[in-house]
């Protein structure tokens, strides 16, 4: 499926506000469900290869990031 301009906005949007929400949060437990379950929701509702991709995307810079905040607290 190929997504106009207008839902990609709003996927944009969605995606960014999942960002912007996650980058710099430590996350226990409870957050973590939150997180898996906001992935899925965003992804649930545009459900294209490019929703996916640019989640993974999303995902693993904001994994590449708590990893180097850990490193950081942790004195490496």
């Given at each position: 499926m190929i997504m106009g301009?207008?839902?990609?906005?709003?996927m944009f949007r969605d995606v960014w506000g999942f960002y912007r929400r996650y980058?710099?949060?430590?996350?226990?437990?409870?957050?973590?469900?939150e997180f898996?379950?906001?992935?899925s929701e965003i992804y649930?509702?545009?459900k294209t290869t490019f929703?996916?991709?640019l989640l993974l995307a999303?995902?693993?810079e904001i994994e590449r990031t708590a990893k180097f905040y850990?490193?950081?607290?942790?004195?490496g």
């Open positions: 301009f207008t839902e990609a906005s709003r980058a710099v949060r430590e996350l226990g437990e409870s957050e973590l469900e898996r379950d906001r992935v649930e509702k545009y929703a996916k991709e999303v995902v693993a850990d490193s950081r607290r942790k004195g």
